[in-house]
């Protein structure tokens, strides 16, 4: 299957010295501006296809040994890492409306990204609060 996938060549984006466009423009649409800690040396596009499921420790780290996760989707902390960083400014804030097991706010807090965070579910706040603390 990866057979299917050509190789590509390295990205020639540059990481933007104006710390006033860093600051003013916005997710993809951002000019010049590439994300913190990223680089994209090349190679099969299969490698944005694929991400392993969160492991046991990943999903249940800051729960009671007791009491592990039971949210169905709890996403990998290194992918939700990737993707703030990603779309998130420098000194920006997410907003997670489907907060869920609290991915999302672990890794803002690991990236140093402010974060808000929604969830209608009460036994899911009680995960995601765990996880993020």
Request: proline share 7%; hydrophobic share 30%; aromatic share 8%.
């Amino acid at each position: 299957m990866v057979g299917l996938f050509p190789d590509t060549k390295p990205s020639n984006i540059r990481i933007s010295e104006d710390k006033d466009i860093q600051k003013s423009t916005f997710a993809l649409g951002r000019t010049g501006v590439t994300p913190r800690g990223i680089s994209d040396n090349g190679g099969s596009a299969s490698r944005f296809f694929y991400c392993a499921k969160a492991s046991k420790k990943d999903r249940n780290e800051g729960l009671p040994e007791d009491k592990p996760s039971t949210h169905p989707t709890v996403k990998p902390t290194a992918l939700m890492q990737y993707l703030v960083r990603l779309v998130t400014p420098v000194g920006g804030k997410v907003l997670d409306p489907f907060m869920g097991s609290g991915s999302t706010g672990k890794a803002c807090v690991l990236e140093g990204f402010d974060f808000v965070g929604i969830e209608r579910e009460e036994e899911y706040v009680k995960i995601a609060t765990a996880r993020i603390n």
